[in-house]
Nanobody, 125 residues
Framework: QVQLVESGGGSVQAGGSLRLSCAAS????????MGWFRQAPGKEREGVAA????????YYADSVKGRFTISQDNAKNTVYLQMNSLKPEDTAMYYC??????????????????WGQGTQVTVSS
């Protein structure tokens, strides 16, 4: 059974930092695409960042480029999202997602098969 478990959310002031973690289990970690998505109340789910666990290629949404960094620890089957210079508009529930192999659009939620339960990030001004 595939499981994705997020952690690291919380409340910070604008300009602060958080690091989210997504621990994967139940499937072969390598050669997958793992992504971070977020969803604020009343808004659609947005692809934030993604990484191919085999080669390390990454994707970032324009809204987070230069502020967020996605990385991985293959030994721990874990993907991280380092979030710096946080803004109030970054407030959302953040979800980890995974899919085997290559996908055409890493920012599209429909591409992913597996999802975590989410972790809340709240940024106050």
């Amino acid at each position: 059974q595939v499981q994705l478990v997020e952690s690291g959310g919380g409340s910070v002031q604008a300009g602060g930092s958080l690091r989210l973690s997504c621990a994967a289990s139940g499937y072969t970690y390598s050669s997958n695409c793992m992504g971070w998505f977020r969803q604020a109340p009343g808004k659609e789910r947005e692809g934030v960042a993604a990484i191919y666990t085999g080669g390390g290629s990454t994707y970032y949404a324009d809204s987070v480029k230069g502020r967020f960094t996605i990385s991985q620890d293959n030994a721990k089957n874990t993907v991280y999202l380092q979030m710096n210079s946080l803004k109030p508009e970054d407030t959302a529930m953040y979800y980890c997602a995974a899919v085997r192999g290559w996908i055409k659009n890493p920012a599209a939620s429909y591409e992913y098969n597996y999802w975590g339960q989410g972790t809340q990030v709240t940024v106050s001004s």
